[in-house]
């Protein structure tokens, strides 16, 4: 599969230093924002569908192409592409209004834990809470957000986070020193919707 | 604190992304990763953690979940191997086994 060839060679490139790592990538990404991707049909793709032919597994694939590299991508990889692109714009932003100088962190993807440490699950869906973004400075919690597009629902997410944090996950971990963040109970996550 | 990298996310698929007939599919890619990365001793104990409790909307695949040799493959190859996955069927990971061996 022509793909898989592709592939390999680029695994090689990141290997060799001679491509940009995915953090590297993201957060060039942010800085430059305003180029907001497009997509274009792989006409070639979509000409071999139109033949019928169909790939090994006997399933037909689409692939596109980002409009600016025109790198073939699958509607997975764009999907995911787009996230980070959002996550890392909201990223810059915080760092920018909450900088380190300053004695803030920002932490990407912070699970609600209880007053152990402790994961903590809700009763209603089984599920833990991992929030996008959690601003801290010392011990505590200043700025909570969830990011998001700007149509996508959040609603079950945040009420399952109110539950969480009404049964005590009111806390996140410092990934360095282990020590426990106190999430203050007035302060409740916010949704911030990006293109 | 090193910046932590954010592979990928459920969101991203479902219900922020386009083409995702529901939360199984966005589900499917993940817990092939997921799997594949404990098969080859690549998660750390957070990663350990983090899959027994299993993938769920708020689920995300993140640097502090992998070892360092599970980073390397992801950071060369997550994106590419993207590139070979649909919502419709279940992924191949030949592309993920290449890049490990590669990595060494």
């Known amino acids: 599969m022509p793909v898989v060839g592709t592939a390999l060679e680029s695994v090689q490139k990141v290997l060799k230093g001679k491509a940009p790592a995915l953090a590297e990538s993201q957060a060039s990404a942010a800085t430059e924002k305003a180029a907001a991707k497009t997509f274009v049909p792989d006409t070639l793709a979509l000409s071999a569908r139109a033949r019928?032919?169909?790939?090994?597994?006997?399933?037909?694939?689409?692939?596109?192409?980002?409009?600016?590299?025109?790198?073939?991508?699958?509607?997975?990889?764009?999907?995911?592409?787009?996230?980070?692109?959002?996550?890392?714009?909201?990223?810059?932003?915080?760092?920018?209004?909450?900088?380190?100088?300053?004695?803030?962190?920002?932490?990407?993807?912070?699970?609600?834990?209880?007053?152990?440490?402790?994961?903590?699950?809700?009763?209603?869906?089984?599920?833990?809470?991992?929030?996008?973004?959690?601003?801290?400075?010392?011990?505590?919690?200043?700025?909570?957000?969830?990011?998001?597009?700007?149509?996508?629902?959040?609603?079950?997410?945040?009420?399952?986070?109110?539950?969480?944090?009404?049964?005590?996950?009111?806390y996140i971990l410092h990934p360095e020193t282990g020590a426990l963040i106190h999430f203050p109970e007035r302060l409740h996550t916010k949704v911030w919707r990006l293109d | 604190?090193?910046?932590?990298?954010?592979?990928?996310?459920?969101?991203?698929?479902?219900?922020?992304?386009?083409?995702?007939?529901?939360?199984?599919?966005?589900?499917?890619?993940?817990?092939?990763?997921?799997?594949?990365?404990?098969?080859?001793?690549?998660?750390?104990?957070?990663?350990?953690?983090?899959?027994?409790m299993g993938v769920s909307a708020d689920f995300a695949l993140t640097s502090d979940m992998v070892t360092e040799r599970g980073n390397r493959v992801l950071t060369a190859a997550y994106g590419e191997w993207l590139n070979t996955v649909d919502y419709d069927r279940k992924p191949d990971t030949s592309l993920l086994d290449s890049a490990l061996a590669v990595v060494g």
């Not at chain 2, 799997?35 to 001793?41: K, P």
Request: hydrophobic share 35%; with cysteine.
């Open chain 1, 52 to 170: 019928g032919a169909a790939s090994a597994s006997g399933a037909q694939r689409v692939y596109w192409r980002d409009a600016q590299s025109l790198v073939r991508k699958t509607q997975v990889e764009i999907n995911r592409e787009v996230g980070a692109d959002r996550e890392a714009l909201a990223l810059t932003h915080l760092k920018r209004q909450f900088p380190q100088s300053q004695g803030f962190v920002v932490l990407p993807q912070a699970y609600l834990r209880d007053s152990a440490g402790k994961i903590l699950k809700d009763a209603v869906s089984g599920e833990a809470r991992r929030v996008d973004f959690v601003v801290f400075k010392h011990r505590s919690v200043v700025k909570s957000l969830e990011i998001t597009s700007k149509t996508a629902s959040k609603v079950e997410q945040m009420a399952k986070e109110e539950r969480i944090r009404e049964n005590g996950g009111n």
């Open chain 2, 1 to 52: 604190m090193p910046d932590l990298v954010v592979y990928d996310k459920f969101s991203w698929h479902f219900p922020e992304g386009k083409g995702c007939p529901g939360p199984q599919a966005a589900r499917a890619h993940f817990e092939t990763v997921m799997d594949w990365l404990q098969g080859h001793g690549l998660l750390t104990p957070f990663g350990r953690e983090v899959s027994e």
